[in-house]
């Protein structure tokens, strides 16, 4: 008896431990429900802080635009963006969204099928990864958006009286680019390249190099050479396409003829600037960066005449706080910095400290010094300040043995102007051997030849000392410091007619400021005025009534609906002679003219003569407006210019694409 009260006992026992065991396995079974998103949804749309959503099929498509590499401008592509990482392929999957903060520049790369575009800055970023939960960490089933789009349901139309601080980001996109990488992947697997003996040989704080297929007796410390060994290794460098040139080593044994060269040449260049003479005081404010050539083709006394230049360059532009700031990259195999804007406040101690510079060796990787430079150098931290202009001396000995031109896009795109000094330049035999031929046009800010100083002979550089602190001073000259967010008056031409009503034109007045916003506005920068119309027209402001942003966006929202009939012609040449009549000589005339319904009078006319004065015109249509008269009003071609919305809460959609075309626009301008 008792033994069949232990085994029943025991059997229950078992029982309940067996279906505590299946609860609880039922309970770490329960998933986590993951709320689809489709391929067109960009991260910025999504409220949410950190969230897992499903990719559908299909959405590695050029239409889903993504912007950046590995870290991405919130206005991209959530989807789209997944795939350029790697985290999913095009037949979709689960993805971790995690919201950062803004960058100062996105690059644009092309990976895993997508081409992602460049950016200059943007205010919101995201990161990526796989869709897996982090500890700790709950996730929304439902996703927020700040339109009315929703995974769930559709959430209550924006209110036309909201504040207008909540209005939607505007897209400051550049259009298609060509691949950033295309530079750094050139290989020169044929490279013979001079090597500092193990005593000579500079530690560097940069990052590892990419690996290449490069021999690795070009990398390794090699045996000191003679200097006839040397000349043998040159004579065959230069026969060999893709190389770049290879002269003398700093031998201990030099010819004395060559030593007397070299010291006369030293003299010379020393008594060509008299110490405690400089070209400017405090008429020239810029923040500048050199890139020196530190690569061993220019040899080590070419690169002792080089540091000589430099300060003398320092000492003529009379460095200080209140006038010019300067500082060196030196750039080989990979850029470093040797100080930044703020290290040196004074010629004296940066005359100093650049005597101090130990060449890295290398090669004369320019393209990625540019790219160094764009991303690392002009930062507040830095001691970049804003409002002096941000240029960029690119010092080479003969050629850059890598690609330039996309790298100095984005910079002359961040607004960064570029000048080239180059040194005895490839002769006629050597041609075979650069890279990319033009390579100075292609870099430079302007191909007029004000950005490209070209010198015979490293010994003849103290010559052109002058004229370049000149060049690099003359801000009126200095055009890649105007990008297309800061050189712009724009002025708002605004229906205000009674079909409008006084809650969608409280919808308008979010428009502009969602527009206005995204520029950067000063009484230098980019300026805004606004002139509201029915059958008459009133000037709200003028460009030069308010500088600061936040005084634009109070005027903005202080405008009071009129109410009346469309006279948009008027309108226009309202505009024309109230507004961009009295727009600066070096800013471009952006009108953006919204109206919901045809014009009682002719635009043809007022247009073509606004277009004629240099006014880039963009219409948008709302509701009731007429195609024909938004294609008359808009700038040529019609289909960038002019856009159509069927009613005022679709007005924010377009403001994105409104920037973009801005931007594309102005950096497809002629660079001579």
Same mark, same amino acid.
């Given at each position: 008896?008792?033994?069949?009260?232990?085994?029943?006992?025991?059997?229950?026992?078992?029982?309940?431990?067996?279906?505590?065991?299946?609860?609880? +396995?039922?309970?770490?079974?329960?998933?986590?429900?993951?709320?689809?998103?489709?391929?067109?949804?960009?991260?910025?749309?999504?409220?949410?802080?950190?969230?897992?959503?499903?990719?559908?099929?299909?959405?590695?498509?050029? +239409?889903?635009?993504?912007?950046?590499?590995?870290?991405?401008?919130?206005?991209?592509?959530?989807?789209?963006?997944?795939?350029?990482?790697?985290?999913?392929? $095009?037949? *979709?999957?689960?993805?971790?969204?995690?919201?950062?903060?803004?960058?100062?520049?996105?690059?644009?790369?092309?990976?895993?099928?997508?081409?992602? @575009?460049?950016?200059?800055?943007?205010?919101?970023?995201?990161?990526?990864?796989?869709? +897996?939960?982090?500890? *700790?960490?709950?996730?929304?089933?439902?996703?927020?958006?700040?339109?009315?789009?929703?995974?769930?349901?559709?959430?209550?139309?924006?209110?036309?009286?909201?504040? @207008?601080?909540?209005?939607?980001?505007?897209?400051? #996109?550049?259009?298609?680019?060509?691949?950033?990488?295309?530079?750094?992947?050139?290989?020169?697997?044929?490279?013979?390249? &001079?090597? &500092?003996?193990?005593?000579?040989?500079?530690?560097?704080?940069?990052?590892?190099?990419?690996?290449?297929?490069?021999?690795?007796?070009?990398?390794?410390?090699?045996? !000191?050479?003679?200097?006839?060994? !040397?000349?043998? !290794?040159?004579?065959?460098?230069?026969?060999?396409?893709? /190389?770049?040139?290879?002269?003398?080593?700093?031998?201990?044994?030099?010819?004395?003829?060559?030593?007397?060269?070299?010291? #006369?040449?030293?003299?010379?260049? !020393?008594?060509?600037?008299?110490?405690?003479?400089?070209?400017?005081?405090?008429?020239?404010?810029?923040?500048?960066?050199?890139?020196?050539?530190?690569?061993?083709?220019?040899?080590?006394?070419?690169?002792? /005449?080089?540091?000589?230049? /430099?300060? =003398?360059?320092?000492?003529?532009?009379?460095?200080?706080?209140?006038?010019?700031?300067?500082?060196?990259?030196?750039?080989?195999?990979?850029?470093?910095?040797?100080?930044?804007? +703020?290290?040196?406040?004074?010629?004296?101690?940066?005359?100093? #400290?650049?005597?101090?510079?130990?060449?890295?060796?290398?090669?004369?990787?320019?393209?990625?010094? @540019?790219?160094?430079?764009?991303?690392?150098?002009?930062?507040?931290?830095?001691?970049?300040?804003?409002?002096? &202009?941000?240029?960029?001396?690119?010092?080479?000995?003969?050629?850059?043995?890598?690609?330039?031109?996309?790298?100095?896009?984005?910079?002359?795109?961040?607004?960064?102007?570029?000048?080239?000094?180059?040194?005895?330049?490839?002769?006629?035999?050597?041609?075979?051997?650069?890279?990319?031929?033009?390579?100075?046009?292609?870099?430079?800010?302007?191909?007029?030849?004000?950005?490209?100083? $070209?010198?015979?002979?490293?010994?003849?550089?103290?010559?052109?000392?002058?004229?370049?602190?000149k060049r690099v001073c003359d801000t009126d000259r200095l055009a890649c410091s105007k990008t297309c967010l800061n050189s712009a008056d724009i002025g708002f031409v605004i229906d205000g007619s009674s079909s409008v009503g006084t809650g969608n034109f409280r919808t308008v007045l979010q428009f502009v400021a969602n527009i206005s916003k995204e520029f950067e506005i000063s009484d230098t920068d980019t300026r805004i005025g606004a002139v509201q119309y029915t059958y008459e027209q009133r000037l709200e402001f003028s460009f030069d009534k308010h500088s600061t942003k936040q005084d634009v966006l109070n005027?903005?929202?202080?405008?009071?609906?009129?109410?009346?009939?469309?006279?948009?012609?008027?309108?226009?040449?309202?505009?024309?002679?109230? /507004?961009?009549?009295?727009?600066?000589?070096?800013?471009?005339?952006?009108?953006?003219?919204?109206?919901?319904?045809?014009?009682?009078?002719?635009?043809?006319?007022?247009?073509?003569?606004?277009?004629? =004065?240099?006014?880039? #015109?963009?219409?948008?249509?709302?509701?009731?407006?007429?195609?024909?008269?938004?294609?008359?009003?808009?700038?040529?071609?019609?289909?960038?210019?002019?856009?159509?919305?069927?009613?005022?809460?679709?007005?924010?959609?377009?403001?994105?694409?409104?920037?973009?075309?801005?931007?594309?626009?102005?950096?497809?301008?002629?660079?001579?």
């Amino acid at each position: 008896m008792k033994a069949t009260v232990i085994a029943t006992f025991f059997g229950v026992f078992l029982t309940c431990t067996y279906t505590a065991k299946e609860a609880t +396995k039922k309970t770490k079974k329960a998933k986590l429900y993951v709320p689809q998103i489709d391929c067109d949804v960009k991260a910025g749309k999504i409220i949410n802080p950190e969230f897992i959503a499903k990719c559908p099929p299909g959405c590695q498509d050029v +239409k889903y635009r993504v912007y950046g590499t590995d870290i991405y401008a919130s206005f991209s592509s959530v989807c789209n963006a997944a795939i350029h990482s790697g985290i999913i392929d $095009n037949t *979709g999957g689960k993805i971790l969204v995690q919201k950062v903060a803004g960058h100062s520049g996105y690059r644009g790369s092309f990976s895993n099928g997508v081409r992602s @575009l460049s950016l200059p800055r943007w205010r919101e970023s995201f990161l990526v990864s796989e869709g +897996k939960p982090r500890k *700790g960490v709950t996730y929304p089933t439902t996703l927020e958006y700040s339109s009315s789009k929703s995974t769930t349901v559709k959430s209550e139309p924006k209110k036309p009286e909201q504040d @207008l601080k909540g209005m939607k980001s505007a897209d400051t #996109a550049n259009t298609s680019e060509k691949a950033l990488e295309q530079g750094d992947t050139v290989r020169k697997e044929n490279q013979t390249t &001079p090597v &500092p003996t193990p005593a000579t040989q500079m530690a560097t704080t940069t990052p590892t190099p990419m690996t290449t297929t490069t021999d690795p007796s070009t990398t390794m410390p090699q045996p !000191t050479k003679t200097p006839a060994a !040397t000349r043998t !290794t040159a004579a065959a460098a230069k026969t060999r396409p893709g /190389l770049h040139r290879v002269r003398d080593m700093g031998s201990s044994s030099v010819h004395p003829a060559y030593a007397s060269v070299v010291a #006369a040449a030293a003299t010379m260049e !020393t008594d060509s600037w008299k110490p405690g003479l400089s070209l400017f005081d405090t008429d020239c404010k810029v923040d500048l960066s050199f890139l020196m050539d530190g690569s061993w083709s220019i040899g080590k006394r070419r690169f002792q /005449l080089q540091k000589r230049f /430099l300060g =003398n360059v320092a000492q003529a532009l009379g460095i200080g706080s209140a006038g010019p700031l300067m500082g060196i990259v030196q750039y080989g195999d990979d850029p470093s910095t040797e100080f930044n804007l +703020k290290t040196y406040a004074n010629s004296k101690d940066l005359r100093n #400290a650049i005597e101090k510079i130990q060449q890295k060796g290398g090669l004369s990787n320019v393209g990625k010094a @540019l790219s160094f430079v764009n991303k690392n150098f002009f930062l507040d931290a830095n001691g970049n300040r804003g409002g002096a &202009p941000n240029v960029v001396v690119v010092m080479v000995d003969g050629w850059p043995t890598d690609r330039v031109e996309e790298a100095s896009r984005l910079a002359r795109e961040s607004g960064i102007n570029i000048f080239f000094v180059t040194v005895e330049a490839a002769a006629q035999s050597e041609k075979q051997n650069v890279i990319e031929p033009n390579f100075v046009d292609k870099a430079v800010c302007r191909t007029s030849g004000f950005y490209s100083i $070209n010198v015979p002979s490293w010994f003849s550089l103290h010559k052109v000392v002058q004229p370049l602190v000149k060049r690099v001073c003359d801000t009126d000259r200095l055009a890649c410091s105007k990008t297309c967010l800061n050189s712009a008056d724009i002025g708002f031409v605004i229906d205000g007619s009674s079909s409008v009503g006084t809650g969608n034109f409280r919808t308008v007045l979010q428009f502009v400021a969602n527009i206005s916003k995204e520029f950067e506005i000063s009484d230098t920068d980019t300026r805004i005025g606004a002139v509201q119309y029915t059958y008459e027209q009133r000037l709200e402001f003028s460009f030069d009534k308010h500088s600061t942003k936040q005084d634009v966006l109070n005027a903005i929202k202080r405008i009071s609906y009129w109410s009346g009939g469309t006279s948009t012609g008027a309108a226009i040449s309202y505009a024309s002679e109230q /507004l961009f009549s009295k727009s600066k000589p070096n800013k471009r005339k952006i009108m953006i003219l919204i109206t919901d319904g045809r014009s009682y009078d002719d635009v043809s006319m007022p247009a073509m003569a606004a277009h004629q =004065n240099g006014v880039i #015109a963009y219409s948008i249509g709302v509701a009731w407006a007429a195609p024909d008269e938004l294609e008359a009003i808009a700038s040529d071609p019609a289909k960038e210019h002019s856009f159509f919305v069927d009613e005022f809460d679709n007005l924010y959609r377009y403001v994105n694409q409104l920037i973009q075309n801005i931007c594309t626009e102005f950096n497809s301008q002629p660079r001579n």
